[in-house]
């Protein structure tokens, strides 16, 4: 494993280590100022100087652009704005009291492309921030903050909706969820939409907001085709409640991607499906899954979820689960790593007989629970893994230890085809997986 500029990025973004400094301390065994272990000053782990693809990079307004200023009523901006149109706003503050609609294709971006400089702020009031209600939206390179209901939420209104792309936002403080995605009772849905490179948290500062408790990360139901990528989720905890999950896809959601995502200490992490009820996304095609499948060919892989700091630890809800698939149809669960500093449910459930799939090359500091005759395989899984596993839980580095010879090239390479890199998008190129979301 090399902890590569990426990575460590996204790593940086987890806040809320169990000392409360936010420090993360990467691996580097050397005396350089990299944050590897050779002696060049690349940040690799040999003698080249290669570069990390650019998974997070920037979306640039063009020379089209409809330039936007702090001073700018948004809303109206927005309204005004043609299909098609690029907004750029200008760093500073945008003030909102009310949600804001998008009904056609547009492109809100950050003009400087630093997402902690654009901020647009719900002040805790007027419901959601953002209802995207049209295909080809995107939003880059925000803050969205301090809403009363959803931060975003995608809603098709008589028509399917495809192409919402969210990249690189922070989105901090919702009153509900960060992101919702689900369809119009209509049997119009959201499909092939995006989340990436972006930081969903809830801090102490917004937790008094968040009334019930009825929060969640990203929150989608009867989805098809969406890719959950090199995010951070932090803080969905309540101190009298149950939160939501980081990340869920559910009634009847099909074919989704969730890959590289770093959740910490949050009570629920990732789930695909979820109950045995017969609400949600028809599928008459899935002949294969028995019952009404929550979800259908999930991909849950290369994940790092943990659950350490006390705060969380001492809610009431506490540790809940890390990954659960329930009433999930032909689902890949394979090389995350599972942390809890307090004993949870299980760092990995599966239940119902509709549940089918691999579950393999899982790290995980506790069990794996199987209820109500969920079929699914399991190879190469390692349960209640010492906490010598992860190689710094106090600095929230949950990468695996260099000592940790249960895991390293324990892994069953049959998976290998499916998932070819690791959390930091290194390949696993010596046909002996390690077991867990990172590669040695």
């Given amino acids: 494993m090399t902890l590569r500029p990426l990575a460590l990025a996204l790593l940086l973004a987890c806040n809320g280590d169990k000392d409360g400094d936010d420090g993360i301390i990467p691996k580097d ?11 060049d000053a690349d940040a690799d782990a040999d003698t080249d100087t290669d570069t990390q693809p650019a998974l997070c990079g920037r979306i ?13 009523d948004l809303a109206t901006v927005i309204g005004q704005a043609a299909p ?85 936002l922070h989105l901090l403080d919702a009153g509900r969820t960060a992101v919702r995605v689900g369809g119009d009772g209509d049997d119009h849905w959201a499909d ?8 969903i948290e809830l801090t102490n500062a917004g937790r008094p907001f968040v009334g019930a408790c009825q929060i969640a990360g990203l929150d989608a139901e009867g989805a098809r ?18 939160p939501g999950p980081a990340i869920r896809f559910t009634r009847g959601s099909r074919d989704v991607t969730i890959t590289r995502n770093v959740v910490t200490d949050s009570a629920f992490g990732i789930v695909a499906g979820q109950t045995q009820d017969q609400l949600g996304r028809p599928w008459p095609d899935a002949a ?49 790593s599972v942390y809890a500093a307090d004993v949870p449910v299980a760092s990995i459930e599966l239940r119902y007989a509709s549940t089918t799939g691999t ?45 940790a010879t249960w895991a390293i090239d ?30 040695l």
């Fill in 410 to 439: 324990q892994g069953d390479p049959a998976l290998l085809d499916r998932v070819p890199v690791d959390v930091d998008d290194e390949p696993r190129s010596d046909g002996l997986p390690d077991i867990g979301a990172d590669e």
């Fill in 84 to 168: 098609g149109a690029v907004l750029a706003l200008a760093d500073g503050t945008y003030a909102v009291s009310a949600p804001i609609a998008l009904r056609s294709a547009i492109t809100l971006v950050g003009a400087s492309g630093d997402r902690d400089a654009v901020v647009v702020d719900g002040g805790h009031a007027g419901g959601d921030l953002f209802q995207i209600g049209a295909s080809d939206v995107t939003l880059a390179h925000l803050t969205l903050t301090a809403s009363a209901g959803d931060l975003v939420r995608v809603q098709p209104e008589g028509a399917d909706l495809t192409g919402i792309v969210l990249h690189d």
């Fill in 288 to 336: 294969q899954c028995s019952g009404f499948p929550q979800a259908i060919g999930a991909v849950v892989t290369n994940n790092l979820v943990s659950a350490y700091e006390d705060d969380l630890v001492d809610a009431s809800a506490g540790v809940m689960y890390g990954i659960m698939a329930e009433s999930s149809c032909d689902v890949l669960v394979a090389h995350n």
């Fill in 225 to 242: 085709g969406w890719t959950v990528r090199d995010n951070s989720v932090h803080g969905l905890w309540c101190t009298l409640a149950t």
């Fill in 60 to 72: 640039e307004p063009g020379g089209a652009a409809v330039d936007v200023t702090p001073g700018d």
């Fill in 359 to 403: 579950v393999g090359n899982n790290l995980m500091s506790h069990r794996l629970l199987r209820l109500d005759d969920a079929p699914a395989d399991e190879t190469a899984n390692v349960e209640l893994a010492d906490p010598g596993s992860w190689l710094f839980p106090a600095g929230n580095d949950f990468h695996t230890a260099p000592g």
């Fill in 29 to 39: 065994a050397d005396a350089d100022a990299d944050a590897d272990a050779d002696s």
């Fill in 192 to 199: 092939d939409g995006e989340l990436s490179c972006s930081r």
